[in-house]
């Protein structure tokens, strides 16, 4: 089966994507998919996260999955290029050069265990210095995203959540999509927060 990826991949899109791919498979999940990068133009934060997710979980699930058209020139290809998402699902940047950007917090599979100290040590660090505001300025927000993975550990199929975080400077929003696993679905849910 090949999956081609909408030409937009935002939270407007990811129902109907997962929809698609239900239909598609109907009761029986295939031994192999590909998934076709051609058609992306853009993807948020959000769109992230969850593609992030859906690889994962079709692993799981033991479907083999294989990406076509990854490595062709585009700037959503760039942009997840330099959001670490092919070398984390397939081992090796498209280029060799792209390194996360300063305005994001590359993707990241978090284990709500470890979640804590990864906020404390990884998001709020780089959130304060994003808009340019002190540590505790921004515990309310700590406190939000804490109680976001409190709610994976509670209710996911799986501990881990898929995280990804983009500053947008000149909206003076920062978006945070963290995507987990519920009981039985092939789609994820996905929690985006800003903040201006």
Request: contains cysteine; positive net charge.
């Amino acid at each position: 089966m090949i999956l081609p990826l909408p030409s937009q991949l935002n939270g407007a899109s990811l129902c109907r994507f997962a929809h698609d791919f239900s239909v598609k498979c109907g009761t029986t999940l295939p031994g192999e998919i590909g998934i076709d990068f051609a058609p992306l133009r853009f993807i948020d934060p959000a769109g992230v996260t969850f593609l992030s997710n859906f690889i994962q979980w079709l692993h799981v699930k033991s479907v083999k999955c294989f990406f076509y058209n990854h490595d062709k020139p585009s700037q959503a290809l760039q942009f997840l290029d330099d959001s670490l998402f092919f070398q984390s699902h397939l081992g090796i940047k498209n280029n060799l050069y792209s390194e996360p950007r300063s305005t994001t917090r590359p993707i990241q599979r978090v284990a709500s265990d470890h979640s804590h100290s990864w906020i404390r040590t990884n998001l709020m660090p780089w959130l304060s210095t994003s808009i340019n505001i002190n540590q505790a300025s921004v515990h309310g927000f700590h406190v939000c995203v804490s109680e976001i993975f409190n709610n994976i550990k509670d209710h996911s199929t799986r501990d881990i959540g898929s995280v990804f975080a983009q500053h947008f400077p000149n909206k003076r929003e920062i978006t945070i999509a963290i995507a987990d696993w519920r009981r039985h679905t092939c789609c994820c849910q996905v929690c985006a927060t800003s903040a201006v």
